[in-house]
Structures are given as C-alpha cells and as structure tokens.
C-alpha cells in the first residue's frame, strides 16, 4: 500500500484540508487516528467510527485487530458524523486508539513506541484483512 500522510510533524491540519488531501486520491481509503481523552480518569479502551454504511466493514476489521493486539477495553464500533469521515468521498474511518487522561493507558501511549507501533502494525492488519 502507498501511505499518503496528511502532515509530517507537530502542526494543525485543518479538517478541510485534511478532506481535499483523501478526495484527491483515487483508490483510496481515508484511516484518521487519534487518542482520547475524558473527564473521567479511569476511561479506557479503543473505539472505531466510520460514517457511511460502506465504511462499516472496514471499521470493524479495523477494530477487532487494534483491541485484540493491545488487549485494551473494547469500547466498539459506532457510526458518527466526525467531520473527516463525513466528508471524504473514500471509505474512511476513525480509530481512537486509547485515552490519554488514564493514567496507565496514556502512559504506555506516550511511554512506548512498542506500543505505538503495535497500535499502527494492528490498523494495517486490519486494511489488509479487508481489503
């Protein structure tokens, strides 16, 4: 697969731009991925979204393979209107790959790039078992 990232460093993309970069690409899927972070300290876990009925699938394929490789809570599948994935012609989706306000769980996030690179070697098993 050929990656096309949306920014390269600590810098804000703005969610438009974000859009025109996957409309502009052919044969494309849209993966954004991002940590979560909650008023409650103790929320843990992983959840997937995807907006349009044919993202559905991919975001569950997705899904099943980040919460199996990190062991993390399954917060599940949801479908929602975030604007990066109502707004790309592709099927896209968004992977909160944990919460950052708890404390173990943000820890290994931000302590580990074992972690890290677990959470991304899992995203691409689960494109690949899709597509």
């Known amino acids: 697969y050929r990656t096309v990232m949306t920014r390269r460093g600590d810098y804000f993309v703005g969610l ?3 859009c025109r970069i996957a409309n502009s690409l052919s044969n494309a899927i849209f993966v954004s991925v ?3 972070s909650a008023p409650r ?3 843990s876990g992983i959840e997937t979204y995807y907006y349009s009925r044919r993202s559905g699938s991919l975001a569950s394929a ?3 393979s980040v919460v ?3 062991g993390s809570e399954d917060r599940r599948v949801r479908a929602r209107g975030f604007y990066v994935i109502r ?3 592709c099927p896209a989706i968004l992977v ?3 919460f ?3 404390r173990s769980e943000g820890a290994r996030i931000a302590g580990s790039g074992t972690h890290r690179q677990r959470l991304a070697d899992s995203i691409a098993r689960g494109i690949r078992s899709r597509y």
């Open 16 to 18: 438009d731009q974000r």
């Open 87 to 89: 707004n790309t012609r």
């Open 68 to 70: 199996r490789a990190t």
């Open 34 to 36: 991002h940590f979560n």
């Open 100 to 102: 950052l306000t708890n």
């Open 62 to 64: 997705v899904h099943r």
């Open 96 to 98: 909160e790959g944990g």
């Open 41 to 43: 300290e103790g929320a």
